[in-house]
Structure formats: structure tokens, C-alpha cells
């Protein structure tokens, strides 16, 4: 890319207050248009009209440009709170409380009560990934990473990661292959 010198998917310098400001679309996530050069999009896309000009327009993009658009959405978690329909701006200051990120964290409202959460730090991302359990408001919070196949109106979250509190087990038996059968037992 011309204007940033960095291929795609490589991570972004964290930006200023007034470059959020300027360059998000209010949702946290960065306008595509200032992350990616236009000269890059237009030379991996494709116009094409197969019924001729008064036929339908078929676009096909490039394999590259998907993976620069889904690296946008890098340090972004789908969430749903078990069982319980929560208001965005509860989940959004309960989220803060429980979680203190050290960067900026945004909350999108999606169909069927599931939320993307995006981190500006992928540091916060880790620590809530390898955190928890998390509980809000007496339920699970059930989580997983983006993906650009996740669909709200028909997606559930099937897996989550669960905490295992294993007492008493002496510390010469702390070996993944031990540890992993004892969670399957």
C-alpha cells in the first residue's frame, strides 16, 4: 500500500484522540477508506457485465483485499450474555468495569442480542480471551473471536472456553497430555 508502506494485515500504529474522531465511523472500527489505498482495492477488483451492459454487474475482489478487510476486524469477539437480553449501554459500562482495558473498546449491536466487541490493543483482546470466567449480571458471558462467516440471524455461539478448577493435584502431574485427560474424565 502506497500511502501506509505496510501490506496488508499488518498491525496499525494506535492513532490520537483526533484521529479516531476523524477516522472512525463512531462504531470503533477504522474507516477502510483511510486504512486502505484506493489504487490497492481498484487493481484486485474486477467489474465485469456477462449479459452485457443492460445485465446484471458481477464484482469480484481479490483474495488479498478480503484478508486486508477482515484484518480490520482483528481484536473483535462476538459476545452474548446466557439467557438474559441486555441493553448495549449496560453491557458496554459493565464490560468496562469487569474488564479495564487499557485502550479503546467498542461495542456494535447485532440482531439477536450478540454484540462485537472490538479492542484497540490486542493485549486487552488476550487478557479478555484468557480471563474469566466472566459473569454479568448473575449469567455466562459466552464469547468467540470474529469471523467473517459468523451470522446473527442464524449463528449461535456453540463454544466457549470454560475454567477448570482442578484441587489437589500434585504438581509433578502438570503436563498438557495429564491435564487435558483429566478435563476429559
Known amino acids: 500500500m502506497e500511502e501506509s508502506g ?3 494485515g499488518e498491525s ?3 492513532p490520537t484522540y483526533a484521529e479516531k474522531v476523524q477516522g472512525s465511523n463512531g462504531g470503533g472500527r477504522p474507516v477502510p477508506e483511510r486504512v486502505l489505498a484506493e489504487e490497492f ?3 484486485r477488483m474486477r467489474l465485469e ?3 452485457g451492459e443492460d445485465g446484471e454487474g ?3 475482489v481479490g483474495q488479498d483485499v478480503i484478508a486486508a478487510m477482515n484484518g480490520l476486524w482483528k481484536n473483535c469477539m462476538i459476545v452474548k450474555v446466557l439467557g438474559r437480553h441486555v441493553p448495549i449501554a449496560s453491557l458496554v459500562r459493565k464490560l468496562r468495569e469487569i474488564w479495564v482495558p487499557k485502550g479503546g473498546m467498542h461495542v456494535v449491536d447485532l440482531p439477536r442480542h450478540f454484540f462485537i466487541v472490538r479492542f484497540d490493543l490486542e493485549e486487552d483482546y488476550l487478557s479478555v480471551v484468557t480471563g474469566g470466567p466472566w459473569r454479568l449480571f448473575g ?3 459466552m464469547f468467540q473471536a470474529w469471523t467473517p462467516e459468523f451470522d446473527p440471524m442464524q449463528d449461535e455461539i456453540e463454544t466457549t472456553p470454560v475454567w477448570v478448577g482442578i484441587s489437589n493435584l500434585p504438581v509433578n502431574l502438570y503436563h498438557k497430555t ?3 485427560g483429566v478435563a476429559e474424565a
Open 139 to 141: 449469567s455466562l458471558l
Open 58 to 60: 458481477v464484482v469480484t
Open 12 to 14: 496499525m500504529p494506535l
Open 6 to 8: 505496510r501490506p496488508p
Open 49 to 51: 457485465f456477462p449479459d
Open 41 to 43: 482495492i481498484a487493481s
Open 178 to 180: 495429564i491435564l487435558i
